[in-house]
């Protein structure tokens, strides 16, 4: 009981002075059902979401698809709201990266860190099993909600 507690508590916190980081949460309807796309990490091999620094002289949206363009090789419509925040850490820093969300367009055979990463297209019911960190869970519900209520088909 107490393990489940921990495993699925968040507490809500100010945000960090720091260092930011920005990632996508890569999405796209198929037969009217919302599928994301699913990255390992390099360190890990857990199941998560691009994300990255900031890149010098960029937005943080338009440094989130250059993310997913290099870690996932897709490339698409991004949000300039992000959807949701979540906290990891960083060469032992805390960092607060911001997930926007990214309308897959294409989706490359090749990309830059295809022999270092996996990527897996999934609906939400996976995406809940695979991904370790349940903020990420909650940000996935999250724009799941939203793009469900606007009934987005196309």
């Known amino acids: 009981m107490l393990r489940e507690f921990l495993h699925n508590w968040n507490p809500i916190v100010e945000p960090v002075a720091g260092p930011r980081q920005s990632g996508a949460l890569p999405y796209a309807i198929v037969e009217g059902r919302v599928v994301f796309l699913l990255v390992t990490s390099r360190r890990t091999g857990r199941w ?9 002289g960029m937005t943080a949206w338009d440094s989130a698809a250059k993310e997913a363009l290099e870690e996932a090789g897709v ?20 960092v607060d990266i911001d997930l926007y969300p990214l309308r897959v367009g294409e989706q490359f055979d090749s990309w830059d ?3 270092q990463r996996l990527r897996h297209w999934v609906l939400l019911a996976e995406a ?16 799941h909600r939203q ?8």
């Open 48 to 56: 998560i979401f691009p994300k990255g620094s900031i890149s010098a």
């Open 75 to 94: 490339i698409g419509e991004i949000g300039t709201e992000p959807v949701g925040t979540y906290r990891n850490t960083d060469k032992g820093l805390l």
């Open 113 to 115: 860190e295809m022999d």
């Open 128 to 143: 809940r099993r695979l991904l370790a960190d349940r903020s990420l869970v909650r940000i996935a519900e999250l724009l």
């Open 147 to 154: 793009l469900t209520s606007r009934r987005i088909t196309s």
